[in-house]
Each structure stands twice: as structure tokens, then as C-alpha cells.
């Protein structure tokens, strides 16, 4: 059986969590790969609506196992809070697991991220404050914390002693804070390392076992494509990989085992926070985008904030698509275009006389280019009924087979609402 990773193509915010809910009946072991609680996965089904955070969703299928992998950095705190609500709606958190080797966000991470977010003035990138970045940097500086620690309690108390003085540090000679407590943090995090003791383990028997057994298995990342750290619209990017290369690194699975690789994409463009964005509008056709009035606005699942919005972009989505090796695509938000008389795609960049059909990495350059629009006309009648792509309207089949094309990859799902049900499924994708 396959193993099919869910990569957002886009900034995030593409629908990701709503296809690993679809597709984790068909799975038997869906593994969370990279992220933390900076990103948001709305769930609707017939269980009611969830905004996950840090849980895999594939939580909701009792038969499904569920691994948060060691490529996640996990604020216990959160994942808790979800672990309650979730066994408080009746949904079991039996089979959940987490790695070991997951590193665990800090009350030092949360507090140093805001200050020096604050610190950057004008020059902010838009993290979210919820210690991300400062939790990945010290994983890399080899001093962070992880799961397999918070049930040692000699190994917490000695780790936790030595980060926490050089951490009071920073934060009391650079930003004039407080200092933290050795002994509160050690109690406080040692208390989460009890709670989360049935759920804390080596998941490699488990994810070989899988393999092993040609069980299905399900990726799920977090954020998208364009805010990896190394291939995205850098510093305005997430701390982590997103994309299919963190699929591998945060699961211990082996390239070689990944069969297919599910591009989310939105039929338009979102993104929350600073950063370039050749396509953006705003006005009315900002609105008409973005769902105002609706309970399904562009709004950040995680933090609130309006998500900004544009026409699609096909220069970033084939790049999105040729660093990832997507070969199928799960086309979301459909239905949003429905009222709209005519929708643009962005074909190309234009930088004073040349041309491009790919995006600079430099963030200057990409904040010249112009978008050279192709117009094509809309459908303007409802979509969210529709459940087989050839009852679409002509227009609207027209516009997503030019998006595939685009992109170079086949088409395998079409979203035409919030709802489970509301999906037209084009081709097998597991």
C-alpha cells in the first residue's frame, strides 16, 4: 500500500487538514511531520467543527493510528488542551503517539519569540509568537528539550538547569524581562511529561511495523510550501520544512518508501502575515475572496488575524509543485468563485523588460514583479451541491484543468465547500 504525503503548496492555509480528514479512512497510520502550534487545521464533519493544532487529523477514524512526529516541535500545554476537548466530544486519543525525539516549546521559547519580534520594529516578519522559531533554533544549537525528557526526571532537571541559565540571561540583560523560576518550569513541565506518559514513545517500530505491512500510511504537514525556511519567500517563512524533504526528516521514513505526493492548493491565494505577494488585491474583489460576513472568512484558524488574498499564482504553485514532486492536486475553496463573472491566474512575472516563469529568491526582486494575468470567464452559479467533476460548469471545469496544466500534475480532488461531503473526487489519490 502507499505511503501519500499532504504537503500545502501554497503559504498554508490551502485546506490541508479537511483531505487528511477525507483521506485517513483510507489509511491506517497518519503521521504529523513537521510544524508546531503556529499552524491551524479546521475539520468539519459529521462530529461537528475542530481547529487543530498540534493532533493529526486523522483522530477522527477510530481505526486510524495517529503519530506526532520527531520533525514537530509540540507545546504540551496545547496539545493537552486538545487531547481534553477532543475525549470531552467523545473522540478517543488512544491510538495517539508522539516521538520521543519531538522537541518541546518552552515558556523561554514563547517569551523570547515576542521579544524579539517586538525588537524588529518595522522590520517584523509576522511570526505568531507562540515560540517556533526560538524552539527550532535551539534544537539546531543542540540545547533544546524533548519529549523523551520530560519522563526522566534527573534528565529534565539537569538539561532543563543549564538552558534555563543561559536563557535567563538573554532575557534579562538583552530585553530587561523577568527571569523564569528553575524550580516552576521543572515542576510545571515534569506534571506534562505525566500526563502525556501513555503517549510519549519510540515511534520507529511503530512506523517500520507499518511499512513492514504494507499498512497505508498518511503525511500530514503544516504550513505551505512558500514559507519553508529554505525554499520559501525567505525571512518571511516558518522555522521548519513543509515540504516533501521534511515528509522523510520528521518521520524517519526513507524517500524511497514515498509513493505519492498531494499538492493542497486553493483555487485562489491566501497568506497571513508580512512578506511578498505578487498577486494581492484588496477592495471588493478582496472581499468577494475573502468571504466577509461568512463563518468561513479568510481568517487565521490559529491566530485571527485577516489572512490577505490574490488571484491564483502559477509561477509559485509549478515551483511549489517541481521542489516537492507533486504529481496530484487537491484543488479547495472552489466554490468561492462561484458569484465571480470573470477569475485571472497568473501565468508569469514581468521584471522591467524580461519575462520570468520562475519566482526570484531574493525578496526585493519578487517585490518588482508585475504578474502577467490570463482572464478566464467565471461560472456564476453555485458549485457546493455538485459531487462529480463533469456536472461543473464548463467554466469551472475549464478553469481547474488550466490550473493542473499549469502546475504539471494531475488532478485528484475538487473542494466545493466547508463540509466532508462536499468533495468531488477525480481520481484515486491513496
Known amino acids: 500500500m502507499p505511503v501519500v504525503a499532504v504537503i500545502g503548496a501554497q503559504w498554508g492555509d ?24 503556529n499552524a491551524g487545521h479546521t475539520v468539519i464533519n459529521d462530529l461537528g467543527a475542530f481547529k487543530l493544532h498540534l493532533m493529526p487529523s486523522g483522530i477522527f ?77 535551539d534544537k539546531m544549537d543542540r540545547i533544546g528539550i524533548r519529549a523523551g525528557d ?39 513541565y515534569l506534571d506534562f511529561g505525566r500526563r502525556l506518559a501513555d503517549h510519549i514513545t519510540e515511534i520507529h517500530p511503530i512506523v517500520h511495523r507499518a511499512l513492514e505491512k504494507d499498512i497505508p500510511i ?5 504550513q505551505g510550501t512558500l514559507l519553508d525556511v529554505d525554499h520559501g519567500t525567505y525571512p ?7 515540504g516533501a524533504a521534511g515528509v522523510c526528516q520528521g518521520s524517519g521514513i526513507a524517500p524511497s518508501h514515498l509513493n505519492s505526493v498531494i499538492g493542497v492548493y486553493k483555487a485562489f491565494v491566501s497568506r497571513v ?31 485571527g488575524r485577516l489572512r490577505r488574498v490574490g488571484w491564483f499564482d502559477a509561477v509559485l504553485a509549478r515551483y511549489a509543485a517541481q521542489i516537492n514532486g507533486i504529481d496530484t ?41 508585475e504578474p502577467i494575468y490570463e482572464e478566464l470567464p467565471g461560472w456564476q452559479t453555485p458549485t457546493s451541491d ?11 471545469q475549464a478553469y481547474v484543468a488550466r490550473l493542473c496544466q499549469l502546475i504539471g500534475a494531475r488532478l485528484g480532488i475538487v473542494s466545493v465547500g466547508p463540509s466532508r461531503d462536499q468533495t468531488v473526487f477525480v481520481s484515486d489519490v491513496f
Open 273 to 303: 502575515g508580512g512578506g511578498p505577494f505578487p498577486t494581492e488585491v484588496d477592495g471588493a474583489e478582496a472581499d468577494a475572496l475573502r468571504q466577509i460576513g461568512t463563518p468561513w472568512a479568510e481568517v487565521g484558524t490559529t491566530t
Open 236 to 242: 518571511y517563512v516558518t522555522s521548519s520544512s513543509p
Open 329 to 369: 492536486v487537491a484543488i479547495t475553496k472552489l466554490d468561492v468563485l462561484d458569484n465571480l463573472p470573470s477569475i485571472k491566474i497568473c501565468v508569469g512575472y514581468k521584471l522591467h523588460d524580461a519575462a520570468l516563469d520562475y519566482p526570484p529568491s531574493t525578496i526585493a526582486v519578487l517585490e518588482q514583479v
Open 14 to 37: 490551502e485546506g490541508k487538514g479537511r483531505i487528511v480528514d477525507l483521506l485517513a479512512s483510507r489509511a491506517r497510520l497518519v503521521i504529523r511531520y513537521s510544524g508546531g502550534n
Open 150 to 188: 520530560l519522563m526522566h526526571e534527573e534528565t529534565l532537571l539537569g538539561r532543563l538547569r543549564i538552558v534555563l541559565e543561559e536563557k535567563n540571561r538573554l532575557l534579562t540583560k538583552l530585553y530587561g524581562a523577568q527571569a523564569f523560576s528553575l524550580h516552576d518550569v521543572y515542576l510545571k
Open 61 to 137: 477514524d477510530a481505526n486510524t493510528v495517529n503519530v506526532i512526529g520527531h520533525g514537530v516541535v509540540i507545546n504540551p500545554e496545547v496539545l493537552i488542551g486538545e487531547i481534553d476537548h477532543l475525549q470531552s466530544k467523545g473522540i478517543s486519543t488512544a491510538k495517539l503517539f508522539i516521538s520521543d525525539r519531538a522537541h518541546i516549546i518552552m515558556p523561554y521559547h514563547i517569551l523570547q519569540d515576542q521579544l524579539q519580534e517586538q525588537s524588529r520594529g518595522d522590520s517584523k516578519i509576522g511570526t505568531t509568537g507562540r515560540g517556533i522559531g526560538p524552539a527550532y533554533a
Open 386 to 396: 455538485i459531487r462529480d467533476f463533469q456536472a461543473l460548469p464548463e467554466e469551472a
Open 218 to 222: 498518511l503525511m500530514e504537514g503544516a
